[in-house]
């Protein structure tokens, strides 16, 4: 997060901020606050609370909700205090992550919602913003998702370019020996019923991918399903048919739309009056 918060201020700060320096009295204090201006969940708080402090340590900044908080419109989320100009300059910067990181959240919530009460877990992907993925994972789990690999060095999961690549049925349990040997999870993508029932014969994997089946082909899968092993559904999720795959038994559901679709949170920051 460090490096990110110094990269987006470096970026939009420059060489500095010529607005504040001509129009702004360099000995004027204010009062602000974020507030929503629309209904969603809240995440990227205490990024947003780095940000000011990196622009000017002079900048108090309370935290009015924590990450994870249902905000209407209007809800105030951070007050501010500090010198103007400071406050003006970090701005954007703040915003730009608070809406995104929220904008995830309120996503997330979307898919969470509806799939309550079928015990299915909704997973995120590596489908995420380069450079932002920690943030963009916390603010999934701030929206009540859960969350998948971090990245390619924490978990295998072999895919069907994977397959395509040759390997065959000899190499795959030797794989998959070799993996749980070095302490790793193992997950396969199999993409029709066959493949599902010959990944049910492999010993030592974990979860079988279902990539793009059907409904009708995943409560078979489900029944395939041999013991200690899990089912993940993945492709083409959507807020139309995620409770009709929940429904059908599989253990996870992954979205890459979390991450990769979603809209930003409308929120604003206003200067409230001197300090």
Do not use: C, W
Request: no cysteine; net charge negative; proline share 3%.
């Amino acid at each position: 997060m460090s490096d990110l918060i110094d990269l987006a201020l470096a970026e939009d700060i420059g060489s500095g901020d010529v607005t504040v320096r001509h129009f702004t009295s360099p000995g004027r204090r204010s009062h602000a606050r974020i507030i929503a201006k629309q209904a969603g969940v809240l995440a990227g708080i205490e990024t947003a609370q780095e940000v000011f402090r990196r622009v000017d340590p002079a900048i108090v900044v309370t935290i009015v909700v924590p990450d994870g908080s249902l905000l209407a419109a209007g809800d105030e989320v951070l007050r501010i205090a500090g010198p103007t100009g400071s406050i003006l300059t970090a701005e954007r910067t703040v915003l730009n992550f608070l809406q995104r990181l929220s904008g995830v959240a309120t996503q997330t919530r979307r898919y969470v919602d509806l799939i309550a009460g079928t015990g299915v877990r909704l997973l995120d992907t590596r489908k995420t913003t380069p450079g932002f993925r920690a943030l963009e994972k916390a603010a999934v789990r701030a929206g009540g998702g859960h969350g998948y690999r971090m990245g390619l060095h924490d978990k295998v999961m072999v895919k069907d370019n994977h397959l395509a690549g040759g390997l065959n049925a000899e190499s795959i349990v030797a794989g998959v020996k070799a993996a749980k040997a070095a302490g790793l999870s193992v997950e396969v993508e199999a993409d029709t019923l066959d493949q599902v029932r010959q990944f049910a014969l492999v010993p030592g994997i974990d979860v079988i991918l279902l990539d793009n089946m059907s409904i009708k082909d995943m409560r078979e899968a489900v029944l395939l399903r041999p013991a200690g092993v899990e089912l993940e559904a993945s492709g083409g999720i959507t807020l139309e048919n995620i409770r009709a795959i929940a429904d059908t038994g599989v253990n996870f559901i992954s979205v890459g739309a979390l991450t990769h679709s979603a809209p930003a949170l409308d929120l604003s920051l206003e200067i409230i009056g001197d300090e």
